[in-house]
């Protein structure tokens, strides 16, 4: 069974920085590819960024620059590191990974939730 | 950039009767290596994304083959056949042809009557 478990949200003031963490089991991490994707709350979804298996990143225009998407293999874990933090940037952050086949976003996790205010 | 478009944007259905949502896309989400990456994806209420169909017409495992997807091009249709009480819920399709970018539709509320 595949599990992806984030944790690192929180409260966290404008300008601050925070680490999202997402431990992957069932799912290696480094074969496929790796998201984050973030709903504002009552809104829609919105990708965020995204780390291929051969290391290529990506980012949304909104956080490109403020945030860096990386990973540990040995952990087979993901992370986002966001800094510059807005009140924007609000959301319940999920982590999805991706398979090859499907050109989609196969697992996602229950969320951590990112609160930016002061 | 490409832009999703989805209609209804809400769609009150009665029971154990059929659903049917539209996605449109700005451009041809046919990718240069055939395949068209259009998912969709459906959010139940407090729960996350699930992933429904992919490549317009691929029922992901374990989803009831009452959801059916088709479409070409630009225009894409996710339809249930018979809607059940569990159905409730957000429906997003997603673009993935446009690397390394990924695109979704504003979402459609599924409710019963």
């Known amino acids: 069974e595949v599990q992806l478990v984030e944790s690192g949200g929180g409260l966290i003031q404008p300008g601050g920085s925070l680490r999202l963490s997402c431990a992957a089991s069932g799912f290696t991490v480094s074969s496929n590819y790796m998201s984050w994707v973030r709903q504002a709350p009552g809104k829609g979804l919105e990708w965020v960024s995204v780390i291929y298996s051969g290391g290529s990143t990506y980012y949304a225009d909104s956080v490109k620059g403020r945030f860096t998407i990386s990973r540990d293999n040995s952990k087979n874990t993901l992370y986002l590191q966001m800094n510059s933090l807005r009140a924007e940037d609000t959301a319940v952050y999920y982590c999805?990974?991706?398979?090859?086949?499907?050109?989609?976003?196969?697992?996602w996790g229950q969320g951590t939730l990112v609160t930016v205010s002061s | 950039d490409i832009v999703m478009t989805q209609t209804p944007l809400s769609s009150p259905v009665t029971l154990g009767q059929p659903a049917s949502i539209s996605c449109r896309s700005s451009q041809s989400l046919v990718h240069s290596d055939g395949n068209t990456y259009l998912s969709w994806l459906q959010q139940r209420p407090g729960q996350p994304p699930r992933l429904l169909i992919y490549k317009i017409s691929n029922r992901f495992s374990g989803v009831p083959d009452r959801f059916s997807g088709s479409g070409a091009g630009t225009d894409f249709t996710l339809k249930i056949s018979r809607v059940e009480a569990e159905d409730v819920g957000v429906y997003y399709c997603m673009q993935a042809t446009q690397f390394p970018l990924f695109t979704f539709g504003p979402g459609t509320k599924v409710d019963i009557k």
């Open positions: 999805a990974g991706g398979g090859y086949g499907s050109g989609s976003f196969d697992y």
